[in-house]
């Protein structure tokens, strides 16, 4: 983002470049005591348009049966997850 705001004047006067400056090189700050922000309209979206609901977005991302990966059952150097600890 720019360091220095534009002013109102400046703004009215080179709406054209800050609209280019604010697509090549980020928002655009206009006005001194109250500070407005310029955007393009794409970045503007990406924050303000909801997300997916949690269980929606799981539901949709979730790993089918094929991706997870399994361990081998038959074998034997698996450590079994209840076994009782072997006694020396």
């Given at each position: 983002?720019?360091?220095?705001?534009?002013?109102?004047?400046?703004?009215?006067?080179?709406?054209?470049?800050?609209?280019?400056?604010?697509r090549t090189e980020g928002p655009q700050?206009?006005?001194?005591?109250?500070?407005?922000?310029?955007?393009?309209?794409a970045e503007w979206r990406r924050h303000?348009?909801?997300?997916?609901?949690?269980?929606?977005?799981?539901?949709?991302?979730?790993?089918?049966?094929?991706?997870?990966?399994?361990?081998?059952?038959?074998?034997?150097?698996?450590?079994?997850?209840?076994?009782?600890?072997?006694?020396?």
């Open positions: 983002m720019n360091d220095r705001p534009w002013t109102v004047s400046e703004a009215k006067a080179h709406l054209s470049e800050i609209l280019r400056r604010a700050r206009i006005g001194a005591r109250e500070t407005f922000v310029v955007v393009p309209e303000v348009e909801p997300r997916l609901p949690l269980g929606r977005w799981l539901l949709e991302n979730m790993p089918t049966g094929d991706e997870v990966p399994l361990p081998d059952r038959r074998d034997p150097e698996r450590p079994l997850p209840f076994a009782e600890p072997e006694k020396a």
